[in-house]
């Protein structure tokens, strides 16, 4: 996976766009104060009529001054306080377990096993499957991976795959450091997808895009995550992302199982 230098959606970026338009603000209220100082003291006087208009013309204008500057800090202070981002992917609500019940049972946990068929899509197993991981056994997967045949003419209609952090220790450390958001970028990126849209993540939560790939056939690839779980799902036959999605939530809820 390629990972982006900034996480422009992490809470940490937000803290320092926000100590940025501070320093910002600090800065500008700092100089245009020394700026205007020979203006608001105005001409030297040189007679004691002109002593006392010169002190009330000075006044005048250090108030103006004032009254700019607090609005130029109160602008400041409200962008300051409207950058606002996400907790990393770990921190994200535990939407991949179910909380404990009102009787204080334990979270369920939670178990991924591919079903063995979803919708049009069957599961191939054995000597089929065993021939399409060779293919592509050059590419080594994260987590797991299955192989489906689906509605269309070819052999291999979905390739679902996904990885924990159970699994992986290399995916929970990204979750600790990435929040969702950078996470399906970082993904989509690698894949070099476009038109990349987010849809509804379904009953288990987290968040989902599907995009289309057009180095491989403007095929579409779906991919989820949340706090512990990362997957993703090829699609060969459909050219819908909207319906890609919906294929998606369900290959998520038949392979993704709380007990």
Not at 22 to 30: E, G, H, I, S
């Given at each position: ?67 700019a500057?607090?609005v130029?800090?109160?602008?400041g ?8 981002g ?20 334990p ?21 089929e ?13 994260s ?15 979905a ?12 995916l ?13 970028r970082n ?51 459909e ?9 998606a ?11």
């Open positions: 996976m390629i990972t982006l230098s900034v996480d422009t959606t992490s809470q940490a970026y937000a803290t320092g766009q926000s100590v940025g338009a501070l320093l910002v603000t600090a800065v500008a209220v700092v100089c245009v104060w020394f700026a205007t100082r020979a203006w608001r003291r105005g001409p030297v006087p040189t007679s004691a009529v002109e002593v006392e208009r010169a002190g009330a013309l000075a006044v005048r204008r250090s108030n103006i001054v004032r009254g500057l607090l130029v800090a109160a602008a202070l409200v962008q300051a306080l409207s950058f606002e996400e907790p990393s992917a770990a921190e994200a609500a535990p939407v991949s377990q179910a909380p404990a019940d009102a009787g204080g049972s979270p369920a946990e939670r178990v991924i096993d591919a079903a063995a068929e979803v919708g049009a899509y069957r599961l191939l197993t054995g000597a499957a065993a021939e399409y991981a060779e293919l592509t056994s050059g590419k080594a997967p987590g797991k991976r299955w192989f489906y045949d689906g509605p269309g003419e070819g052999p291999v209609g390739v679902l795959q996904i990885n924990t952090v159970e699994w992986d220790a290399r929970a450390k990204e979750k600790r450091s990435d929040t969702m958001s950078q996470e399906l993904f989509f990126a690698g894949a070099r997808a476009t038109e990349v849209t987010t849809f509804d993540a379904g009953s288990w939560g987290g968040k989902l895009s599907c995009g289309f790939l057009p180095n491989a056939g403007h095929q579409i690839v779906c991919a989820w995550t949340d706090s512990g779980t990362s997957g993703s799902l090829l699609l060969a036959d050219q819908d992302l909207p319906k890609a999605s919906e294929i939530r369900q290959f998520r809820t038949a392979s993704e199982q709380r007990t």
